[in-house]
């Protein structure tokens, strides 16, 4: 063959040499760099110049790591126990899947992983700025401020690497009721105050119903769901909005009735949210987290009782509960056209003081090449680069 004469690799080959994916060589091609030769259709590529690439990139690797001898890289993790769409880490962190999919990337690296466990996503959305969480895993309402935020912050290029929890029409968040109360419809709340928790998913969906139904009580503006709780077991407020677990743990000791199970809301999203820049110079740690994040929800969804049981442990809420909890969510991490549209209704949902302008405005786009190197490292089936159409699917869970 004429590639023979020449000495030059197929990228099949490449591929092999190094070890890596279609999508890895693909990005390497173009974000750094690595030498090929296109002819027709077909890529190929000089061993030589490949060797020279190699050792440039190994001088450069080396450097990292001797850096990095006399004190681990530290990642910082946040997470919510608290909010039962964001319950993957907790298994993450459980099973110890992470720091597993770590040591795979770089064996001799060493790695330190820091969990923070927060009250809510804007807590992390803060520390993301802040550059003191690298990871974390927030609602679709924390979602929708970091891409408002950075028109106020440049420097900040939030990014959704994936999605995590989701439930449909509502579900996992409603207004609820102290049970046995006189309060049986939504006008016999317009002089009593609700708690919420600010700027959060149950903030914005409060917000529309109220919209909805002409309310004007004022809400009681509270940073965390305990809180709310307490609140409303104390007879300090007329409703409060939660989210699950906590709505089905009100439920279970019989504190608490939903006034209103649909309506509140469309979809129910929660995703994980990383800094741009961040990313950028740690694409191997990134895809090694989402490896992380598709098997625990493969185990979620296969070891459902295991998976209550570690929850249950490194949240304290009860088995039951849990279990219940568990069963109710859809673990899927890939985009969908449905999903973008949510994210696009609550966009255009808020208010003026944080709406994006009008040159930003539209459908979300979000980078995948991330989502889809872990697919394929964990022989999942390939993700298209568009997202994934219509309604979400029954057959293709990630």
């Known amino acids: 063959m004429q590639s023979e004469r020449f000495n030059l690799l197929s990228l099949r080959e490449a591929m092999d040499i190094l070890g890596v994916s279609r999508a890895t060589i ?104 802040a550059g003191r969480v690298n990871i974390a895993s927030v609602g679709d309402y924390p979602i929708i401020a970091s891409r408002t935020l950075n028109q106020i912050l440049p420097r900040f290029k939030p990014q ?16 609820v009721v102290p049970t046995g109360s006189n309060i049986h419809h939504p006008d016999d709340l317009s002089s ?31 940073r965390g769901m305990e809180e709310c709780v307490s609140g409303f077991l104390g007879g300090k407020v007329g409703a409060s909005v939660l989210w699950e677990p906590y709505l089905s743990w009100v439920k279970s000791i019989g504190a608490g009735t939903p006034l209103v199970s649909e309506g509140i809301g469309g979809d129910y999203l929660t995703g ?34 295991r998976a209550a049981q570690l929850v249950h442990e490194a949240s304290g809420f009860p088995l039951a509960v849990v279990a219940g909890v568990l069963s109710q969510i859809r673990w899927d991490a890939s985009f969908y056209s ?36 872990a697919v394929q490292a964990l022989k999942l089936p390939i993700l298209p680069d568009s997202p994934l159409p219509g309604e979400w699917s029954s057959d293709d869970l990630y």
């Not at 959704?160 to 207004?175: E, M």
């Not at 919420?196 to 509270?222: C, D």
Request: hydrophobic share 40%; proline share 5%.
């Open 272 to 305: 994980l949210m990383a800094d741009g820049g961040w990313v950028a110079g740690n694409e191997d740690i990134v895809i090694a987290y989402l490896k992380a994040h598709l098997r625990a929800h493969t185990f979620i969804r296969r070891e459902p009782v």
């Open 26 to 129: 693909d990005r390497w091609r173009k974000d750094k760099q690595l030498p090929h030769i296109k002819i027709g259709k077909e890529i190929w590529i000089d061993p030589d110049k490949l060797q020279a690439w190699v050792k440039l990139h190994a001088i450069a690797g080396k450097q990292h790591v001797s850096e990095s001898v006399s004190s681990p890289q530290v990642i910082t993790i946040g997470y919510q126990s608290g909010a039962a769409l964001l319950w993957s880490p907790l298994v993450m962190k459980q099973l110890g899947l992470f720091e597993e999919e770590l040591r795979r990337i770089r064996p001799s690296m060493a790695y330190q992983v820091s969990w923070v466990n927060a009250p809510n996503g804007m807590e992390l959305v803060e520390e993301l700025i």
């Open 338 to 373: 449905r999903d973008l549209q949510t994210l696009g209704r609550l966009d255009e949902g808020q208010p003026d003081s944080l709406s994006l302008p009008a040159s930003h405005a539209g459908i979300f786009e979000f980078p995948k090449q991330y989502l889809q190197e």
């Open 160 to 175: 959704v690497l994936a999605f995590d929890g989701k439930t449909r029409s509502g579900g996992g968040i409603s207004l």
């Open 192 to 222: 009593l105050p609700i708690a919420t928790v600010g700027s959060s998913s149950a903030s914005y969906r409060l917000k529309e119903w109220m919209n909805t139904f002409g309310l004007q009580a004022e809400p009681v503006i509270h």
